[in-house]
């Protein structure tokens, strides 16, 4: 069941199609404050923002799996990830899980360490807790590097 209702749409910015959706997810983790590339996601449908809660959603046409290379971590994203997200803050996330040893993990906070130490810490609901470097999430924006073949 989506955590999506249509009385929550009615207050929400809500963009329709990959591009946008990408578009839009991609400055949400700028806004806050979070790497660019921890919300891989693929053939989004729809992206939602409400501003006064900091509620979001993204919705997907199929769940996805990513292999965070620098780190060697799999996660997979539901078809409908939801969050509150705040500065430097990623909570009650649902839709994510990540793999440690041959377990599924479910995933529900995200957060840079304050003061900052160039780590992001992610909890489980039951209390468990890894922390990585931020720059494992960090995708080079595109258009933003240096010119193929430049000298």
Same mark, same amino acid.
């Given at each position: @069941?989506?955590?999506?209702?249509?009385?929550?749409?009615?207050?929400?910015?809500?963009?329709?199609?990959?591009? @946008?959706?990408?578009?839009?997810?991609?400055?949400?983790?700028?806004?806050?404050?979070?790497?660019?590339?921890?919300?891989?996601?693929?053939?989004?449908?729809?992206?939602?923002?409400?501003?006064?809660?900091?509620?979001?959603?993204?919705?997907?046409?199929?769940?996805?799996?990513?292999?965070?290379?620098?780190?060697?971590?799999?996660?997979?994203?539901?078809?409908?990830?939801?969050?509150?997200?705040?500065?430097?803050?990623?909570?009650?996330?649902?839709?994510?899980?990540?793999?440690?040893?041959?377990?599924?993990?479910?995933?529900?906070?995200?957060?840079?360490?304050?003061?900052?130490?160039?780590?992001?810490?992610?909890?489980?609901?039951?209390?468990?807790?890894?922390?990585?470097?931020?720059?494992?999430?960090?995708?080079?924006?595109?258009?933003?590097?240096?010119?193929?073949?430049?000298?």
């Amino acid at each position: @069941m989506s955590l999506v209702t249509e009385e929550i749409k009615s207050k929400a910015e809500v963009y329709y199609g990959d591009e @946008m959706g990408q578009e839009k997810s991609q400055e949400l983790l700028k806004d806050v404050g979070l790497p660019n590339g921890l919300l891989p996601l693929h053939d989004i449908l729809e992206c939602g923002i409400v501003r006064e809660t900091g509620f979001v959603w993204l919705k997907q046409k199929k769940s996805t799996t990513h292999k965070f290379e620098k780190i060697g971590k799999l996660v997979s994203y539901a078809t409908e990830v939801t969050a509150y997200v705040e500065p430097k803050k990623i909570k009650k996330l649902t839709g994510v899980k990540t793999k440690e040893l041959l377990v599924w993990v479910t995933l529900c906070d995200i957060s840079l360490d304050d003061p900052p130490t160039g780590k992001m810490t992610f909890k489980t609901p039951t209390g468990l807790f890894r922390t990585f470097p931020v720059s494992a999430f960090e995708v080079e924006e595109k258009g933003k590097g240096p010119a193929k073949g430049a000298m």
